[in-house]
Nanobody, 114 residues
Framework: QVQFVESGGGLVQPGGSLRLSCAAS????????MGWYRQAPGKQRELVAT??????YYLESVKGRFTISRDNAKNTVYLQMNSLKPEDTAVYYC?????????WGQGTQVTVSS
């Protein structure tokens, strides 16, 4: 059974930083395609970043500010978010697709506000 436990969200001022963590079980993050999505109120869920064995992908609006990485020993994926903007406010979810089935974490709230 694939499960994710996300942490690291919170309230931060514009320009601040947060690091989200996604601790995985039932899947080996070093060989999986792992992603971070976000969903803001009233908006559709969108893909923010992915990491695979071949590289990384970022949503255009977060390029240069966000970095996705993984710690294979901890089987954990991270999303380092710098220079945060109010428009980054959303619930952030960890995700993978395994054998055509989507798996999601419970989400962690990120609020960027002064």
């Amino acid at each position: 059974q694939v499960q994710f436990v996300e942490s690291g969200g919170g309230l931060v001022q514009p320009g601040g930083s947060l690091r989200l963590s996604c601790a995985a079980s039932g899947i080996i993050v070093s060989v999986a395609t792992m992603g971070w999505y976000r969903q803001a109120p009233g908006k559709q869920r969108e893909l923010v970043a992915t990491i695979t064995t071949h590289g990384t992908y970022y949503l255009e609006s977060v390029k240069g500010r966000f970095t996705i990485s993984r710690d294979n020993a901890k089987n954990t994926v991270y999303l380092q978010m710098n220079s945060l903007k109010p428009e980054d406010t959303a619930v952030y979810y960890c995700n993978t697709n395994l054998r055509s089935r989507e798996y999601w974490g419970q989400g962690t709230q990120v609020t960027v506000s002064s």
